[in-house]
């Protein structure tokens, strides 16, 4: 049984960084894929980033490369991300996501943290 636990939100000054963690007990670590998606006031859901754990091949949104990096410890099933040089417009709740393959679409992952809220805020 797939559960994902996200955490590490928090309040940052632009700028800053954060990292956030995903426990995920349950998956397939060499089979499935991890990812984030994002949430922010009176928007959609937009993906973030994603991992395919079979071959490590990693995706980014245009608006996050070169300032957050996925990874996982498949070891311990946990998937982090890591993210510098925060902005405001980076500001909403973080959502772990998994399922058999990286996809840009929310409807295509079955599994999804509780969430975790990020506010980028001087």
């Known amino acids: 049984q797939v559960k994902l636990v996200d955490s590490g939100g928090g309040l940052v000054q632009p700028g800053g960084s954060l990292t956030l963690s995903c426990a995920a007990s349950?998956?397939?670590?060499?089979?499935?894929?991890i990812g984030w998606f994002r949430q922010a006031p009176g928007k959609e859901r937009e993906p973030v980033s994603c991992v395919s754990l079979p071959n490590g091949r990693t995706t980014y949104a245009d608006s996050v490369k070169g300032r957050f990096t996925i990874s996982v410890d498949k070891g311990n099933s946990m998937a982090y991300l890591q993210m510098n040089n925060l902005g405001p417009e980076d500001t909403a709740v973080y959502y772990c996501?998994?399922?058999?393959?990286?996809?840009?679409?929310?409807?295509?992952?079955?599994?999804w943290g509780q969430g975790t809220q990020v506010t980028v805020s001087s």
């Open positions: 349950g998956v397939p670590m060499d089979s499935y894929a």
């Open positions: 996501v998994s399922d058999f393959g990286c996809s840009v679409y929310a409807h295509e992952f079955d599994f």
